[in-house]
Nanobody, 116 residues
Framework: QVQLVESGGGLVQPGGSLRLSCAASGFTFSTAAIYWYRQAPGRERELVAA????????NYADSVKGRFTISRDNVKKTAYLQMNSLKPEDTAVYFC?????????WGQGTQVTVSS
């Protein structure tokens, strides 16, 4: 079955960096668009970044442009979110989503906490 597993979250100080990973299985990863979302307590889930199946095109929320980078390795079937210059407002649970054959599949999420 389709499975997405996020990892790489944790506690980091403001200004620090983290790299999240999203390991995929159970589908043809190279044909799926990948998205990173986040959800902070009491807030709606929001789209952070997106990447096409080939990796040629990417998009970012205004709040993370210039600080976050989405990428993917279709051989390793893994997507990444490099997060630099982290701010306390980046604190949230981060989820990856795959859109494959017109269906959406979600991972379980990984917690990112930015605090001194």
């Amino acid at each position: 079955q389709v499975q997405l597993v996020e990892s790489g979250g944790g506690l980091v100080q403001p200004g620090g960096s983290l790299r999240l990973s999203c390991a995929a299985s159970g589908f043809t990863f190279s044909t799926a668009a990948i998205y990173w979302y986040r959800q902070a307590p009491g807030r709606e889930r929001e789209l952070v970044a997106a990447i096409t199946n080939t990796g040629v095109s990417t998009n970012y929320a205004d709040s993370v442009k210039g600080r976050f980078t989405i990428s993917r390795d279709n051989v390793k079937k893994t997507a990444y979110l490099q997060m630099n210059s982290l701010k306390p407002e980046d604190t949230a649970v981060y989820f990856c989503k795959a859109t494959w054959r017109w269906s959406d599949y979600w991972g379980q999420g990984t917690q990112v906490t930015v605090s001194s």
